[in-house]
């Protein structure tokens, strides 16, 4: 589950998308790329649950 909606927000949030084209730009392999973003993703979903906040790109 969490591969696939990773793989959705590399396409659609910028936020994960800018920071999945800045690892593959540094040349990083794209699978290592994307586990990256998964943990940033987990990281931000976990700052939503804690702070009881709205999802809000800064």
Wanted: charged share 15%.
């Amino acid at each position: 589950v969490l591969f696939m909606a990773t793989l959705a927000a590399t396409r659609w949030n910028p936020t994960i998308q800018r920071h999945f084209q800045q690892l593959t730009a540094r040349g990083r392999p794209k699978k290592v790329a994307l586990v990256a973003c998964m943990r940033k993703l987990l990281g931000i979903l976990n700052a939503i649950v804690r702070t009881q906040q709205p999802w809000r790109a800064a």
